[in-house]
């Protein structure tokens, strides 16, 4: 199975910020990465697919980058809106695994 | 809009079964894979399982292999998840979420997303 480590686990910031969300699965997977955002008791939202195109009705300030075992989330600016955890996901094999999730929060 | 909607959750103690619906609309059910995915308490979230636009593969999560099998009735536009042998660590939210792929043997990883339904494994 691939294993999705993503960094930090957790992260303070202010309304603002450039925030930058890193992942590393334990083996390649190409572009096969999408990242999440989770607010309790709401359904995921997709924000990025195949690890930088911008899901359709998300906002600019959400960029993804990477390939192969390295990818990075950036939210450009950080708004009120944006405080929650951040998951990534292989698509490239199954089981389609999914990092520990980042939890943003406000400082 | 596309819409997914999860029922069937509640309370089951271990060793028994439930089983999950999860009722879609808003888009050509029978034209995309679907995914079960799941959140125990105060963890994140955990892939469960994925079946093909057209019922033909399956694919599962080891931690519910041989206990969990992935249906669909793309008559109803109705995915099922029924969850045998249940074990306490199985408690937790269970989505169900659209993959973003149409048509294909192949898999993208999920767009849409329902809100989930609760299920409590307890004695």
């Known amino acids: 199975d691939i294993q999705m480590t993503q960094s930090p686990s957790s992260l303070s910031a202010s309304v603002g910020d450039r925030v930058t969300i890193t992942c590393r699965p334990s083996?390649?997977?190409?572009?096969?990465l999408n990242w999440y955002q989770h607010k309790p008791g709401k359904a995921p939202k997709l924000l990025i697919h195949t690890a930088s195109n911008l899901q359709s009705g998300v906002p600019s300030r959400f960029s993804g980058s990477g390939s192969g075992t390295d990818f990075t989330l950036t939210i450009s600016s950080l708004q009120p809106e944006d405080f929650a955890i951040y998951y990534c996901?292989?698509?490239?094999?199954?089981?389609?695994?999914f990092g520990q999730g980042t939890r943003l929060e406000i400082k | 809009q596309v819409q997914l909607v999860e029922s069937g959750g509640g309370v089951v103690q271990p060793g028994r079964s439930l089983r999950l619906s999860c009722a879609t609309s808003?888009?050509?059910?029978?034209?995309?894979?679907m995914h079960w995915v799941r959140q125990a308490p105060g963890k994140g979230l955990e892939w469960v399982a994925v079946m093909s636009y057209d019922g033909r593969d399956e694919y599962y999560a080891d931690s519910v292999k041989g206990r969990f099998t992935i249906s669909r009735d793309n008559s109803k536009k109705t995915l099922y998840l029924q969850m045998d042998s249940l074990r306490e660590e199985d408690m937790g939210v269970y989505y169900c979420?659209?993959?973003?792929?149409?048509?294909?043997?192949?898999?993208?990883?999920?767009?849409?997303w329902g809100q989930g339904t609760l299920v409590t494994v307890s004695s």
């Open positions: 996901q292989q698509s490239y094999g199954t089981p389609f695994t």
């Open positions: 808003g888009f050509t059910f029978s034209n995309y894979p």
């Open positions: 083996q390649t997977i190409t572009t096969s």
């Open positions: 979420a659209r993959d973003r792929r149409q048509n294909s043997g192949s898999y993208l990883g999920p767009d849409y």
